[in-house]
């Protein structure tokens, strides 16, 4: 893994948009890929190979599955593991979640209860993870529409004691923390003064949509002002992390993508 400090704004560099990046080249300090779009071969391996060469790139996953009962899915993280020899990644991370049960992949963030139990459970996976992959990996907050009544402790209070027990580290979404805000489930405040910012070590900003008054994480618009207003909040913490804007549906012309990449920057840095 690099070891050398990546900090400010980049960007989540979708398949969609990896020709134009090569053309013009940005000025981002790094990128992050989706780890998952190149466990199969073919032409965007060159291309990232392309982009590797001028630019950090930090690897985000999105079926580690570690907070499921399946057993850890032994070939994901072999070829996950190539792919990080390959690229050389400076981090890599997934979320806290469960994305598979009985052999059944979801294709989704799912949320579990927050238990004594289901601790354990997360910690020897995440344990188990990175063993295989030989370096701590980021666990990401989650966005979620719906609690478990078997919780009894916040998904705030879970990862800190999730990462103390393994020595992993936090990827904090901040848009995820003011989605589950906004739906009445959590306190963006609270996250922001009582997160381990010393494990923090990458930082996700996106935008959501509505639907009938529920805000929906699908990283499908522009960052909203309340989430501007929330970087602003952390940026003492975020001037020295890596901090990405994700866009991963209602593409707008890669212009837009860079133009929000700058807002974040600012808001960071005044």
Same mark, same amino acid.
């Given at each position: ?30 990128? @992050? ?5 190149? =466990?199969?071969?073919?032409? =965007? ?7 590797? @060469?001028?630019?950090?790139?930090? &690897? ?37 979640? &469960? ?16 238990? /004594?139990?289901?601790? %354990? ?45 393994? /020595?992993?580290?936090?990827? &904090? ?35 959501? /949509? ?8 699908? =990283?499908?618009?522009?960052? /909203?002002? %309340? ?44």
């Amino acid at each position: 893994m690099n070891s050398k400090k990546i900090i400010g704004a980049g960007l989540n560099l979708r398949l969609d948009y990896i020709d134009e990046f090569l053309e013009l080249m940005p000025e981002v300090p790094f990128v @992050e890929v989706i780890t998952d779009n190149w =466990h199969s071969d073919g032409p =965007h391996h060159k291309k990232l190979e392309k982009i590797r @060469e001028n630019y950090p790139v930090s &690897f985000h996953c999105v079926s580690m599955n570690l907070a499921g009962v399946d057993p850890i899915n032994s070939k994901y993280l072999l070829k996950t593991k190539e792919l990080m020899d390959k690229f050389q990644p400076f981090q890599i991370s997934d979320h806290l979640s &469960f994305q598979t049960m009985d052999g059944v992949s979801f294709h989704d963030l799912l949320p579990f209860p927050f238990t /004594d139990r289901t601790l %354990e459970n997360v910690s020897e996976r995440v344990l188990q993870v990175q063993e295989n992959l030989k370096t701590p990996i980021l666990i990401e907050n989650l966005s979620y529409y719906t609690e478990y009544k078997e919780s009894h402790m916040s998904e705030l209070v879970f990862l800190n004691k999730l990462i103390d027990k393994t /020595d992993a580290l936090i990827l &904090f979404d901040l848009n995820n923390i003011w989605v589950n805000e906004k739906n009445s489930i959590a306190s963006t405040v609270d996250f922001v003064e009582q997160i381990n910012w010393a494990k923090v070590a990458e930082v996700h900003v996106a935008g959501p /949509d509505i639907f009938d008054g529920l805000y929906v994480d699908t =990283h499908g618009s522009n960052v /909203d002002d %309340e989430v501007i207003e929330l970087v602003k909040r952390a940026s003492l913490y975020l001037k020295n992390l890596p901090v990405v804007y994700e866009r991963d549906n209602n593409l707008p012309p890669f212009s837009e993508i860079l133009s929000e990449v700058k807002k974040i920057e600012g808001a960071i840095h005044g």
